[in-house]
């Protein structure tokens, strides 16, 4: 039987995953209202990091303290300090981005509406459209998107999934995400250059048709969404030698490109025009061959 969301009723109390955004300044005015009038206001950022995102300013501006949660909490014990304070009183989650674009946060989500716990999403900004907004690209020709993880030799993981997601997209013309690996509660993150390696490694290791080369036209971001955000359009190798500064980080690989896209990367990113043409080519020759 269909559900359809139930209207909530005077009286119920609400369970609330509002977006931080990609941005210390992202919340919208209506996560703002809400984030002043409910009972307990949860943070968690452990899925990503928000440059120059500050506890006690967001505090601060919200007369109010805030309870920060993590991984333990949200996955392990499964939320349950949430639920149980959301069974009898207006709670609002926060996370960094969009609420659901980790997808970890689903989970309690559905567990909550299990417990007749009523929900509700704030959405803001996220990565996922930013990324392509900021660059030029075109967010309709977006292909699947996959993460770059951070390898661990010690134990054999060396997973080539990220290079066979860009396989499948530039066969289908498509331009291809990756977000990269941040692990916020140690510390760790991976790196454009690194991932740029490890998408070489996977490609030699594939042993097919070369796609990741030098030559390869790459779009590196860093920190979108802030005031000092960066990004870079060329060749694999340029790329390489670039110091993007602090994360969060993502590529693009494009597919195939419009006209106006390549003009975006020339003249937003000073891309030089010979790698455009020369990936151009290398595009048409994997849809020859698909």
Same mark, same amino acid.
């Given at each position: 039987?269909?559900?359809?969301?139930?209207? *909530?009723?005077?009286?119920?109390?609400?369970?609330?995953?509002?977006?931080?955004?990609?941005?210390? /300044?992202?919340?919208?005015?209506?996560?703002?209202?809400?984030?002043?009038? *409910?009972?307990?206001?949860? !943070?968690? &950022?452990?899925?990503?990091?928000?440059?120059?995102?500050?506890?006690?300013?967001?505090?601060?501006?919200?007369?109010?303290?805030? #309870?920060? *949660?993590?991984?333990? $909490? !949200?996955?392990?014990?499964?939320?349950?300090?949430?639920?149980?304070?959301? /069974?009898?009183?207006?709670?609002?989650?926060?996370? =960094?981005? $969009?609420?659901?674009?980790?997808?970890?946060?689903?989970?309690?989500?559905?567990?909550? %509406?299990?417990?007749?716990?009523?929900?509700?999403? +704030?959405?803001?900004?996220?990565?996922?459209?930013?990324?392509?907004?900021?660059?030029? !690209?075109?967010?309709? /020709?977006?292909? #699947?998107?996959?993460?770059?993880?951070?390898?661990?030799?010690?134990?054999?993981?060396?997973?080539?999934?990220?290079?066979?997601?860009?396989?499948?997209?530039?066969?289908?013309?498509?331009?291809?995400?990756?977000?990269?690996? +941040?692990?916020?509660?140690?510390?760790?993150?991976?790196?454009?250059?690194?991932?740029?390696? &490890?998408? %070489?490694?996977?490609?030699?290791?594939?042993?097919?048709?070369?796609?990741?080369? $030098?030559?390869?036209?790459?779009?590196?971001?860093?920190?979108?969404?802030?005031?000092? %955000?960066?990004?870079?359009?060329?060749?694999?190798?340029?790329?390489?030698?670039?110091?993007?500064?602090? =994360?969060?980080?993502?590529?693009?690989? =494009?597919?195939?490109?419009?006209?106006?896209?390549?003009?975006?990367?020339?003249? !937003?990113? $000073?891309?030089?025009?010979?790698?455009?043409?020369?990936?151009? %080519?290398? *595009?048409?020759?994997? &849809?020859?061959?698909?």
């Amino acid at each position: 039987m269909l559900k359809i969301s139930r209207l *909530v009723l005077n009286g119920d109390h609400l369970l609330y995953f509002i977006g931080l955004g990609i941005s210390e /300044k992202g919340l919208s005015i209506e996560a703002l209202e809400i984030l002043r009038r *409910v009972d307990t206001v949860f !943070l968690e &950022l452990y899925t990503s990091i928000i440059p120059d995102f500050k506890l006690d300013w967001l505090e601060n501006m919200l007369g109010r303290k805030i #309870r920060v *949660v993590d991984r333990e $909490d !949200l996955e392990e014990r499964g939320g349950e300090d949430i639920l149980r304070e959301a /069974k009898v009183a207006d709670v609002a989650l926060l996370t =960094p981005g $969009d609420p659901f674009i980790a997808t970890t946060h689903i989970v309690l989500r559905i567990e909550a %509406e299990r417990r007749n716990i009523k929900t509700r999403i +704030i959405h803001s900004s996220s990565i996922i459209t930013a990324a392509f907004s900021s660059c030029g !690209l075109q967010v309709y /020709k977006m292909g #699947r998107i996959v993460t770059i993880t951070i390898p661990e030799p010690k134990v054999g993981y060396r997973p080539i999934t990220p290079y066979l997601v860009l396989k499948e997209n530039l066969e289908r013309g498509l331009h291809t995400l990756f977000l990269l690996e +941040i692990r916020a509660e140690s510390g760790e993150f991976l790196t454009i250059p690194k991932a740029l390696e &490890l998408l %070489e490694d996977m490609d030699r290791r594939v042993g097919e048709e070369s796609i990741v080369d $030098d030559n390869t036209l790459v779009v590196g971001l860093a920190r979108v969404g802030t005031p000092n %955000e960066y990004i870079a359009a060329g060749s694999l190798s340029e790329l390489k030698d670039i110091e993007f500064g602090p =994360p969060p980080y993502s590529l693009i690989i =494009p597919g195939v490109l419009h006209p106006i896209e390549e003009e975006a990367l020339t003249t !937003l990113f $000073d891309c030089k025009l010979e790698v455009i043409e020369g990936w151009r %080519e290398r *595009v048409k020759s994997v &849809l020859k061959n698909t």
